[in-house]
């Protein structure tokens, strides 16, 4: 495994302290795949890993890797195969999420990272939970952003034939619809219809990119600018990568030998934005209403965010940085 400084420009943010800092862009080749990865910061007290989620990419976490750097910790977002800078793999059909594990093993050995933290955001947050269960030794705790923890079944109502997940699922179906726009709209429309409250289902008649238009306004936390850079980098790639990964490999764990014990040994913080969409899908409701994570995470705090859409990472971008470092600097790395 090797790492190259890539030709991404790199990314100048100033926070609120006023501290200009440079995040730096590279690519390490593994499992035969030139992974970006954007990093900032010294490890003084340790490293968080930041995994997206979608339609986002390494860029979702700026606001985040300021602020940890800013509290001496490395951080390191790495766009996930098949999405932002990252390669595509020759047989993306063949996807699976010990293809994700192996890239996230790979990214700690590459770098030397005995331990750290990871945050996890939608999708990003399973191998999270993961890699905390299958190498607890290497974790220091975990936070995840609106998805639960559940190892388990749970019985729930199933969403209409129109949600949008059984939707992307239908090989081809999303590549039509998605194809009737650019880049750009397509991820205009992801992001309107992710940012409200209520979950996104298509009447019958009807696609998932009919449900917003042009005339649609942005979130006002979600700027033209943050647009075209979150275009730009699916412009690379496209959608087959991550219509694979997360929606149609949902359920292929690829030979993943999981523990027995399902139990999350290490700490875990839970976001949740309580105006999240995915809050409301019936597996999630009922997986929170059981209290499912109390009983498979050992040592666990949950947060909720009233005003929280499914970006709350984005939208509320204070509140979530002073979770994330509180939770951080309370787990020490060498304790």
């Known amino acids: 495994m090797s790492e190259h400084k890539s030709t991404v420009p790199p990314t100048l943010f100033t926070e609120n302290k006023g501290t200009e800092m440079e995040i730096e862009h590279s690519h390490l080749l593994i499992n035969n795949l030139n992974l970006h990865i954007a990093q900032i910061g010294k490890d003084e007290l340790g490293t968080v890993v930041f995994l997206h989620g979608f339609p986002e990419i390494w860029y979702s976490w700026r606001h985040q890797m300021v602020a940890v750097a800013e509290a001496g910790y490395r951080a390191i977002a790495p766009d996930w195969r098949g999405y932002g800078l990252s390669d595509q793999p020759s047989d993306p059909e063949n996807a699976c999420w010990q293809h994700l594990m192996s890239d996230l093993l790979g990214l700690f050995d590459a770098l030397s990272i005995s331990k750290a933290f990871l945050v996890g955001k939608d999708f990003g947050s399973f191998p999270a939970y993961l890699f905390a269960l299958l190498y607890p030794d290497r974790i220091c705790g975990v936070v995840s952003i609106g998805m639960p923890y559940l190892p388990v079944p749970v019985s729930h109502d199933p969403l209409p034939e129109g949600f949008y997940v059984n939707r992307w699922q239908e090989p081809g179906r999303a590549e039509i619809d998605f194809s009737q726009?650019?880049?750009?709209?397509?991820?205009?429309?992801?992001?309107?219809?992710?940012?409200?409250?209520?979950?996104?289902?298509?009447?019958?008649?009807?696609?998932?990119?009919?449900?917003?238009?042009?005339?649609?306004?942005?979130?006002?936390?979600?700027?033209?600018?943050?647009?075209?850079?979150?275009?730009?980098?699916?412009?690379?790639?496209?959608?087959?990568?991550?219509?694979?990964?997360?929606?149609?490999?949902?359920?292929?764990?690829?030979?993943?030998?999981?523990?027995?014990?399902?139990?999350?040994?290490?700490?875990?913080?839970?976001?949740?934005?309580?105006?999240?969409?995915?809050?409301?899908?019936?597996?999630?409701?009922?997986?929170?209403?059981?209290?499912?994570?109390?009983?498979?995470?050992?040592?666990?705090?949950?947060?909720?965010?009233?005003?929280?859409?499914?970006?709350?990472?984005e939208q509320f971008p204070d509140q979530v940085n002073q979770l994330i470092t509180r939770f951080v600097k309370g787990h020490p790395v060498n304790t």
Not at 260 to 266: A, E, G, H, R
């Open 181 to 313: 726009f650019d880049v750009k709209r397509v991820v205009r429309t992801i992001y309107i219809l992710f940012s409200r409250s209520e979950i996104p289902i298509a009447p019958e008649g009807k696609e998932i990119m009919d449900l917003a238009d042009l005339l649609t306004p942005l979130p006002e936390w979600f700027t033209e600018e943050d647009l075209s850079i979150y275009a730009s980098l699916y412009e690379k790639n496209g959608f087959t990568y991550p219509l694979q990964i997360p929606y149609r490999a949902m359920h292929n764990m690829g030979g993943i030998d999981v523990p027995p014990d399902l139990t999350i040994q290490v700490p875990v913080l839970y976001i949740q934005g309580e105006k999240d969409y995915s809050y409301k899908h019936p597996r999630n409701y009922q997986a929170m209403k059981e209290g499912i994570m109390q009983k498979y995470v050992r040592d666990l705090e949950i947060t909720f965010i009233p005003d929280g859409c499914h970006f709350v990472q």
